[in-house]
C-alpha cells in the first residue's frame, strides 16, 4: 500500500487546511485509517483514526472539537479537515494505514502497517 499525503501548507492562527491521504495498493476499504503529526524532537503523536467502515472516529484531546476525519472509500482517500489552527499544530502530519481485523488501539504509531511521506502544516502570524 503506498500512501500519499497532501494538502499542507502556512495558515495564520485561527485559518483552517484540509488534507488528504490517497491509497494505492491494497484493500483500502478494509483499513482503519490515521493520521498523526511530529515535530522536530519529538515523537509522533497521535491525532486522529476512522474505522474502515467510516462509522467510528477518534481524535487526541487537543484536537476534538477543531479537526474531522472522514474517508471516502471510493476514491481511496481520507481526510482531515483542520479548522481553527494554533501555532502548536505546526508540525509534520503523517496519514497511517492499519490492516488488521482486529485493533487494540489506534491512537497507538507501532499499530499501523503503512505510513504516507508526511505533509508540513505551519499555523503562524
Known amino acids: 500500500v503506498q500512501l500519499q499525503a497532501s494538502g499542507g501548507g502556512s495558515v495564520q492562527p485561527g485559518g483552517s487546511l484540509r488534507l488528504s491521504c490517497a491509497a494505492s495498493?491494497?484493500?483500502?476499504?478494509?483499513?482503519?485509517m490515521g493520521w498523526f503529526r511530529q515535530t522536530s524532537g519529538k515523537e509522533r503523536e497521535f491525532v486522529a483514526a476512522i474505522k474502515s467502515n467510516g462509522g467510528s472516529t477518534y481524535y487526541a484531546d487537543s484536537v476534538k472539537g477543531r479537526f474531522i476525519m472522514s474517508r471516502d472509500n471510493a476514491k481511496n482517500t481520507v481526510y482531515l479537515q483542520m479548522n481553527s489552527l494554533k501555532a502548536e499544530d505546526t508540525a509534520v502530519y503523517y496519514c497511517?494505514?492499519?490492516?488488521?481485523?482486529?485493533?487494540?488501539?489506534?491512537?497507538?504509531?507501532?499499530?499501523?502497517?503503512?505510513w504516507g511521506q508526511g505533509t508540513q502544516v505551519t499555523v503562524s502570524s
Open positions: 497511517a494505514a492499519d490492516s488488521a481485523l482486529i485493533t487494540s488501539s489506534l491512537s497507538i504509531a507501532d499499530q499501523y502497517d503503512y
Open positions: 495498493g491494497g484493500l483500502f476499504r478494509r483499513y482503519s
